[in-house]
């Protein structure tokens, strides 16, 4: 076979060293290095003069304020962040492996499991990649359903974020108690809609795998109605709270070139002030049909971040209000497309969206057969992790953490 | 005792009782689980522990980020061969009598990652787990399910006698090794005393 062969090949030529970097081209000059687009923040003086050492401190895998098993080994002096580094990999499960191993179908049900909060999002992505990959049309009605469970999830997604967030800056509880009250309200429709509160698996390449159930539809309206006042009343509670304020604004200032060299996205690249949204930019799906605002950020602190949230939240109950208001009878699943024995055809296709998290991506090679030659994810929290190190230099450590629950992480998506 | 005499005499506003049953029932209320989230299960675990399963009704609202201040360890998500160590680790940094419940489909044995291979197949390998929960994820209610399994084992754990419990046996281990990384996979690759592959029927 032909991905035999090639990794045949692979492993010999690694063997044997036959492959080798290319040799720099030793007449041209090699460009010089831009100055850094951001400062560091300057040492706090008065410990110049001060006898101490810097000490190395690892925070994790253990530890309740690193969003489940991620490690943070730090260099502090004094309580100041020195340098940090993330180390990854204590729940790397496989999954492109996994997903290359099984059929393009069975590779669903793991995409629930990347960012366990949002999986209807990342099944949206996996079918848009294969759909571009095979050439399949959605219907209207499914076009519609996705919309509505995507923005659900975006919504679920953002208030327990602000409510995790808020745990680290210490309100124990009961942000994280308003933050869930919601989200049962939601994991209800889900379950109602798909069988399952957390893993739907909702989404097949064409369509959807189900149609509304009776009465789904009243009730999702029902909920988005009560949506604004749950967010008024969280606004009340936090947004010009004295300590989130003294907490939060100035701290983990992300410049917006910095962000964009970096790769950043999602809110927390529209929080440092750049007009990116991938609804807006691709117009993929039916997203050009409704009527919705990006918010932007000016500062790219962990307040924006957080303001970002709220904001984006907002935009999508008006985005929920315009698609149930729309929702067109039909079929909810090309009747062309084969849920078994499904090839699609040799060739290669990127498909993307904007996740709650950023831009997610899934890169799939075809050959032709029953399962992908090659099957990437691009995780958005991966991403932005990668300026957590910049985001906390000169910061101190009790503002790494607040930094870190500012960028939204999932482990499951950052290690796969 | 006799329970014909204790319910006659609980007829008369008696109430009768075992040192070991008192203790049991006290300790069995309040556990206190380990603030330890490893996956998706986490999620579920939290919502547990929120306003509307409310897991504070059975006496375990409070999660304990220390192992030192915790009794149960909720095992909730996938074990990756990085992670077991330290999963292992921090049972024994837990004192005694401490328990273990393997939530979800991935702890109790590697679930739908089973053919990763950086998955550990179930964390019965090391640990001694008491109560198992399958799903993907669990729903909030299971665990609680589980919860009150637990106690009720608890409840019924005999202190002295041939067969004692887990933490009042002197010849129980107090410590279980802790698995490291070998040139292939964890060594070694299973606790022998606490796991062992069931028999493969062969035919005859």
Redesign the interface.
């Known amino acids: 076979m032909k991905r035999e062969a090639d990794e045949q090949g692979l492993i010999g030529a690694l063997s044997t060293g036959d492959i080798s970097p290319d040799q720099p081209a030793w007449h041209i000059a090699s460009p010089q290095p831009l100055p850094a687009p951001y400062e560091l923040k300057p040492m706090p003086s008065g410990t110049a003069g001060l006898e101490g050492e810097v000490i190395e401190v690892s925070i994790g895998p253990h530890h309740p304020s690193t969003h489940g098993v991620f490690r943070m080994d730090v260099v502090l002096d004094g309580e100041r962040v020195l340098r940090l580094k993330p180390v990854f990999g204590y729940l790397h499960r496989n999954h492109e492996k996994l997903g290359e191993q099984g059929t393009y179908l069975s590779a669903m049900p793991f995409t629930d499991r990347l960012d366990y909060f949002c999986s209807l999002t990342n099944n949206w992505a996996y079918a848009l990649a294969v759909e571009k990959l095979a050439g399949l049309n959605v219907p209207e009605r499914a076009q519609y359903l996705r919309v509505i469970t995507a923005e659900l999830t975006r919504v679920l997604n953002h208030a327990c974020m602000i409510g995790f967030l808020l745990q680290e800056l210490g309100a124990m509880g009961t942000p994280l108690m308003y933050a869930f009250r919601e989200r049962e309200k939601i994991l209800d429709l889900f379950e109602a809609l798909t069988g399952s509160r957390m893993m739907c698996n909702y989404l097949r390449f064409g369509g959807c795998r189900c149609d509304l159930p009776p009465g789904w539809a009243e009730q999702c309206t029902r909920v988005v109605e009560g949506l604004p006042r749950f967010f008024d009343e969280f606004e009340r509670l936090l947004a010009t709270n004295e300590i989130i304020m003294a907490r939060t604004q100035g701290i983990g200032v992300l410049p917006a070139d910095l962000a964009i060299s970096a790769g950043v996205s999602g809110p927390g690249l529209r929080a440092s002030g750049v007009n990116y949204d991938v609804r807006k930019v691709d117009g993929y799906g039916i997203y050009p049909r409704f009527e919705f605002g990006v918010p932007l950020g000016e500062h790219g602190d962990v307040y924006d971040r957080y303001m970002m949230r709220m904001l984006e939240m907002r935009e999508s109950v008006k985005i929920l209000q315009q698609a149930l208001r729309d929702l067109p009878t039909g079929p909810v699943i090309d009747p062309k497309a084969k849920l078994r024995n499904f090839r699609p055809p040799a060739g290669e296709a990127y498909g993307r969206l904007e996740a709650p998290k950023g831009e997610l991506g899934f890169y799939l090679i075809s050959d032709g057969g029953p399962s992908p030659y090659r099957y990437r994810i691009r995780p958005p929290s991966f991403i932005n992790l990668t300026v957590l190190e910049d985001m906390c230099i000169g910061h101190t450590l009790m503002d790494a953490v607040a930094i870190l629950g500012s960028v939204d992480i999932v482990m499951g998506e950052v290690d796969r | 005792m006799d329970e014909g005499l204790r319910s006659e005499l609980s007829k008369q506003g008696v109430f009768t009782t075992t040192l070991q049953e008192l203790y049991n029932w006290g300790r069995s209320n309040s556990v206190w689980p380990l603030?330890?989230?490893?996956?998706?299960c986490?999620?579920?675990m939290?919502?547990a522990s929120?306003?509307?399963f409310d897991i504070s009704r059975f006496g375990s609202e409070v999660f304990r980020?220390s192992p030192r201040q915790a009794d149960l360890m909720i095992v909730a998500?996938?074990v990756?061969k990085?992670?077991a160590p330290?999963v292992v680790r921090?049972y024994n940094q837990m004192p005694a009598p401490k328990y273990v419940i393997a939530m979800g489909a991935c702890a109790i044995s590697g679930g739908?990652?089973k053919?990763?291979?950086?998955?550990l197949k179930g964390i019965d390998r090391y640990l001694p787990v008491d109560v198992h929960i399958p799903g993907?994820?669990p729903?909030p209610e299971a665990l609680l399910h589980a919860l009150i399994t637990l106690q009720e084992k608890m409840r019924g754990e005999p202190l002295a006698g041939p067969a004692p419990a887990r933490h009042a046996d002197p010849a129980a281990p107090g410590e279980y090794p802790v698995p490291a990384y070998g040139p292939y996979d964890l060594t070694p690759a299973k606790n022998e005393e606490l796991w062992r592959p069931a028999p493969l029927p062969r035919g005859e």
């Open positions: 603030n330890f989230g490893l996956a998706c986490a999620i579920e939290i919502a929120m306003a509307r980020p998500g996938t990756t990085k992670m330290l921090l739908p990652f053919q990763g291979y950086n998955v993907c994820p729903r």
